[in-house]
Nanobody, 119 residues
Framework: QVQLVESGGGLVLPGGSLRLSCAASTSIRSFSVIGWYRQAPGKEREVVATITRADISNYADSVKGRFTISRDNAKNTVYLQMNSLRFEDTAVYYC?????????????WGQGTQVTVSS
């Protein structure tokens, strides 16, 4: 079964940096799209950054210029480098991957990792 496991969250000061990792139990080339979502208390889950099998990246406007998504195919791992962190970045961050078979797309989620930006 496909499993995604996030790590790297924690407490950081405003302006600080954090690097999240998402380790997959299968080749990340299996995913048509893989990326990061986040959910803050009282808010809906939102997309943060995604990367396609063709290595095309997309970012939410709120993180453009500050966050970078990347992957290491040999390690079956996707990363999210977060710089210039703000209070508003506080959330649980989830790794998500999509696998498409014919016209059916399946979504796989990690358990989440907490990121807290606080002074």
């Amino acid at each position: 079964q496909v499993q995604l496991v996030e790590s790297g969250g924690g407490l950081v000061l405003p302006g600080g940096s954090l690097r999240l990792s998402c380790a997959a139990s299968t080749s990340i080339r299996s995913f048509s799209v893989i990326g990061w979502y986040r959910q803050a208390p009282g808010k809906e889950r939102e997309v943060v950054a995604t990367i396609t099998r063709a290595d095309i990246s997309n970012y939410a406007d709120s993180v453009k210029g500050r966050f970078t998504i990347s992957r290491d195919n040999a390690k079956n791992t996707v990363y999210l480098q977060m710089n210039s962190l703000r209070f508003e970045d506080t959330a649980v961050y989830y790794c998500n991957g999509q696998i498409t078979l014919m016209f059916t797309t399946s979504n796989y989620w990690g358990q989440g990792t907490q990121v807290t930006v606080s002074s």
